[in-house]
């Protein structure tokens, strides 16, 4: 990890549309704040935007937790570039049950588009937050 992997400017936000579209409320207000915002709609789009872009949050919208979500939840697992990237859910689904499963598959928060898009670029901003300081430490471990 360089300097440069360390981000101090806008974030790359990269929004996966599997199963459900993105409210225009929400795509508005992600758009009218300083991050970067790449959109993609299928699983194979998504793994490749994440590896060529390296967004600092992926953002998962989807009608349920499923295995179309487990398999990009678990593909960035296991490849040491990706691993750390936060993933948000924006899902659906009520069943407690699956919303467990995308915890344990990696995800850090799964909530309800019917939330305002405030509280959801809020959130955004938190996870984004703790991935640099992850990054600045893993940098820090790195020289020491």
Known sequence: MTDSAVQTGPALILMAALGLAPSPEL???????????????????????VRERSPELLIILTGGFGEAELEVCQTLSQHPQTRWIPILVIGQDQDPMARVQAFQAG???????????????????VHINQYRVYQRLSLQAQRA
Request: include cysteine; proline fraction near 7%; hydrophobic fraction near 50%.
């Open 27 to 49: 795509t508005t207000a992600l758009e009218a704040v300083p991050y970067g915002l790449h959109h993609t709609l299928t699983v194979a789009d998504t793994l490749t935007a």
């Open 107 to 125: 995800i850090v928060d799964y909530i309800s588009p019917a939330l305002c898009p405030a509280e959801i670029i809020a959130r955004a901003q």
